[in-house]
């Protein structure tokens, strides 16, 4: 039997070749398998991969009432020169409580209630500021029809006590109160150790007015 010496040689050296290993070998199908994937999810649609985790919550409003525990619950309102009453509203814009903002809510506007530099007031005032700068005034309105002004009356580190005052110097706290009956006071807060903490709309601010929890 002829064989053909080259023949011979090559067919030794094909049969002495490493063969892949089994670690080779699932690289090749883990390689091949990974390929065949990301082509299937490169026809996927963006909206298919793209989905909001989250709805956005509507706003949740909290009535703002001045209170003593020995009489009943005052309500809140701003009052402006024409004397027509606005809402004051402390707003929930997420599931966090522990900070809100407190608004007068006029005409579809929705106007910052700040506590005002004083002149040679006592107190500092609470006023609701209009986009021109008008002050409006923030107001509790007693049963019969009363209406005591709602001032900074005294300051604890950069806390600052908001009181409806009624008469022979009676405080009223003032209160943001969620639909589910949670209950946050309403106060001014320093952010610097200023006098003016800023202007708004040419008017001079001495603390924001923030609703925030009861300690």
């Known amino acids: 039997l002829y064989i053909d010496a080259n023949k011979y040689r090559y067919m030794k050296t094909f049969l002495r070749a490493p063969k892949p290993s089994n670690t080779i070998r699932l690289f090749i199908i883990f390689f091949m398998g990974t390929w065949l994937g990301n082509a299937q999810i ?49 707003i929930q814009n997420s599931e966090e409580t522990s900070i809100l903002d407190v608004k007068a809510f006029v005409n579809g506007e929705r106007l910052p209630i700040k506590l005002i530099v004083k002149d040679n007031d006592r107190y500092y005032p609470a006023k609701a500021i209009a986009s021109d700068g008008t002050l409006v005034d923030f107001k509790a ?22 009181r409806a005052i009624a008469q022979d110097n009676v405080f009223y706290n003032i209160v943001a109160i969620s639909p589910e009956g949670e209950v946050n006071n309403v106060k001014g807060i320093k952010m610097l150790n200023t006098t003016v903490e800023t202007v708004i709309n040419g008017v001079s601010i001495f603390a924001h007015i923030k609703a925030i929890p009861q300690k």
């Open 42 to 90: 490169s026809t996927t649609t963006g909206l298919e991969i793209y989905k909001p985790e989250t709805e956005i919550q509507p706003d949740i409003y909290w009535q703002v009432k001045a209170y003593r525990p020995d009489a009943q619950l005052l309500n809140v309102k701003v009052i402006n020169k024409d004397g027509a009453y606005h809402d004051v509203k402390a």
């Open 141 to 162: 309105i007693t049963e019969k029809g009363e209406i005591l002004p709602i001032k900074g009356v005294s300051k604890s580190g950069n806390i600052v006590h908001l």
